[in-house]
């Protein structure tokens, strides 16, 4: 399987990686000045900072993955795909934690980047690793694109 398309965008990966992983820190941080200031109960946390966490873990997830040395796209393309599978039922979970959580009452926008963008994003992953073997190189700008989104999102919801 041609692989040099993968290649290509080591760069991109190295560089919004890092950035998800400094910024799993940086959340680190803001969640204990939260609560240490506002209290926040347990359910709300779940709903609303937890995902935070989970998405750039998600992020760093795929770009390790895009950044090593894969023989073939099968394998790598599979497992961004069992990602994208996992966030979407994680991104189900957090809209039913929305709803059910009695501290705040969700807005638009916190539907919109809890759950819609996510959720795109997690299904940009599925559907690109189902076209892998067709269009790679389309592809990869789908699977980037996803990163991205997930890291913009996680980034306005800290």
């Not at 560089?15 to 109960?41: D, K, N, Y």
């Not at 946390?45 to 992020?59: K, L, M, Y």
């Not at 039922?89 to 916190?110: G, H, M, N, W």
Request: proline share 3%; glycine share 8%; net charge neutral.
């Amino acid at each position: 399987m041609n692989t040099t398309a993968l290649a290509g965008g080591e760069n991109f990966y190295v560089i919004v990686g890092s950035s998800a992983g400094a910024l799993i820190g940086l959340q680190f941080v803001v969640m204990t000045l939260v609560a240490e200031r506002l209290m926040p109960s347990q359910e709300t946390t779940d709903a609303f900072a937890t995902p935070s966490v989970i998405h750039f873990g998600a992020v760093l997830l795929l770009s390790a993955l895009l950044s090593a040395p894969w023989s073939g796209i099968g394998v790598v393309a599979l497992l961004w795909g069992l990602a994208g599978l996992s966030g979407i039922v994680y991104t189900i979970v957090v809209a039913r934690r929305l709803r059910t959580q009695s501290q705040y009452k969700p807005v638009f926008e916190d539907w919109l980047c809890h759950v819609h963008l996510p959720l795109a994003a997690y299904a940009i992953l599925v559907g690109s690793a189902f076209a892998a073997h067709f269009f790679l190189r389309t592809v990869l700008f789908f699977v980037g694109a996803a990163a991205l989104l997930l890291l913009f999102v996680v980034i306005h919801n800290a």
